[in-house]
Nanobody
Framework: QVQLVDSGGGLVQAGGSLRLSCAAS????????MGWFRQAPGKEREFVTL????????AYTDSVKGRFTISRDSAKNTVYLQMNNLKPDDTAVYYC??????????????????WGQGTQVTVSS
């Protein structure tokens, strides 16, 4: 069983930055593909980014390319989401997700077996 604890959300003005963290436990971190999803009020949960279990491949949804960066630290069993130039449309609850192995094509919530509790990101205009 994998446990995920995500953190780092908050309130920021448009153009600002935040860094989200997700600490994983319960399984060898190097076997986990890690993803970030977000869900705004009244909307479905959507894919944001992922990094594969090898740490060598990433994928981003078009709306965050060039602004968000995902990375992983194997020594800390943690994945990070650096979010720059934030926009009001980025406002949502952000969820960390994990699955065993996988690839950059696993971009649906149903592709992931484990989820963090979510962290709120609010971007004011």
């Amino acid at each position: 069983q994998v446990q995920l604890v995500d953190s780092g959300g908050g309130l920021v003005q448009a153009g600002g930055s935040l860094r989200l963290s997700c600490a994983a436990s319960g399984r060898t971190f190097s076997t986990l593909t890690m993803g970030w999803f977000r869900q705004a009020p009244g909307k479905e949960r959507e894919f944001v980014t992922l990094i594969d279990y090898n740490g060598g491949a990433t994928a981003y949804t078009d709306s965050v390319k060039g602004r968000f960066t995902i990375s992983r630290d194997s020594a800390k069993n943690t994945v990070y989401l650096q979010m720059n130039n934030l926009k009001p449309d980025d406002t949502a609850v952000y969820y960390c997700a994990a699955r065993a192995y996988g690839s950059v094509w696993h971009r649906l919530p149903d592709n992931y077996d484990y989820w963090g509790q979510g962290t709120q990101v609010t971007v004011s205009s």
